[in-house]
């Protein structure tokens, strides 16, 4: 299953595999394995410290036989320090070099935050702090006109034959509509049955814009990072909710949220280190939720948003 992006009309992978917080040591056997199971498309950003490992995993998948170029749906997302016109394509290009790539599928701002410059050959990737001592955030006044002009120019110049977007709101939505030459093919944002976001995705769909959801399980991946609003909230994979809809269909409660999301058109790109999880997740859609379910399932927003820069050192309200 996959969904047709506007302008290119290259078919994007309805469930793919993210590469956030997958361990460098072990990424690139665990895209390997991921391609040899089954998965397409995979999610990665500068930020996440993995983008050599993964071109690995990709590379030997290749050259093993399992699978073309082509087969393969590469996502990767520009990092907050790389956002002025000096320093886009230049960075494109170095994710491509990590990636051992020619092309992204995919290209996107990770967020539209604009954090000051971080020379990659002193500290790369930069994260979120600055100054990691100080443990303080350095902005830059570049609009994100600016960048989107440079990721523009990325697919002119072959590097990239989709661009999108990450994390924007719907005000943001609109004023970079007005201007691009080129239409964000994608907005990626978090998802899950505590922060559903129905306004912000029906904007994107009225606009021809494909949703990625990130986070579908919402807290559990926030668990291990000590987020106070995981900790205190309890687990969708636990919800009564969740659980009994699972259970009616002989499916795991994992396999009811994504369903959740990807009956509807959007896309998922959970992540597991686990061989059997990886095949449960990629083989979820063999069911289809009844309406009821769906809206049971969304009944459980609470406006509830785990990945939030209003958390971070610099305290950014980006969704305010």
Not at 155 to 167: M, P, Q, T
Request: charged share 25%; with cysteine.
């Amino acid at each position: 299953m996959s969904i047709a992006l506007k302008p290119s009309g290259q078919k994007m992978p309805l469930v793919g595999f993210g590469l956030w917080k997958v361990p460098p040591e072990i990424c690139a056997e665990t895209i390997y394995s991921a391609i040899k199971v089954g998965y397409r498309l995979f999610d990665g950003a500068q930020d996440y410290g993995n983008e050599k490992e993964a071109g690995e995993g990709v590379r030997r998948a290749i050259a093993d036989g399992l699978v073309k170029r082509e087969d393969i749906f590469i996502t990767s997302k520009l990092w907050n320090t790389y956002h002025s016109k000096e320093h886009v394509l230049e960075m494109t290009k170095k994710s491509l070099n990590d990636w051992g790539l020619d092309y992204f599928d995919l290209w996107l701002i990770h967020f539209p935050i604009s954090q000051k410059y971080v020379d990659p050959t002193v500290r790369y990737p930069p994260n979120l702090l600055y100054d990691v001592e100080a443990g303080t955030m350095e902005f830059e006044d570049v609009p994100i006109s600016e960048t989107w002009a440079e990721m523009e120019k990325a697919v002119e110049l072959g590097y990239a034959k989709n661009i999108g977007i990450s994390n924007f709101c719907g005000g943001l939505i609109i004023d970079l509509l007005r201007y691009a030459k080129i239409p964000p093919a994608t907005l990626q944002i978090e998802h899950h049955p505590y922060l559903t976001q129905p306004e912000l995705i029906a904007l994107a769909k009225q606009r021809g814009i494909a949703i990625t959801a990130y986070s579908s399980f919402g807290p559990q991946s926030f668990l291990e990072l000590g987020h106070a609003g995981a900790q205190n909230v309890g687990l969708l994979l636990e919800s009564d909710h969740v659980t009994s809809i699972a259970k009616s269909h002989s499916k795991t409660p994992a396999q009811v949220l994504l369903r959740w999301a990807s009956q509807r058109g959007i896309a998922v790109i959970p992540k597991s280190n686990k061989k059997e999880r990886l095949i449960e997740n990629l083989n979820h859609v063999d069911f289809d939720l009844a309406p009821e379910e769906v809206e049971k399932i969304s009944n459980l927003n609470v406006g509830l948003r785990f990945n939030d820069p209003a958390d971070w050192p610099g305290k950014i309200y980006i969704f305010a």
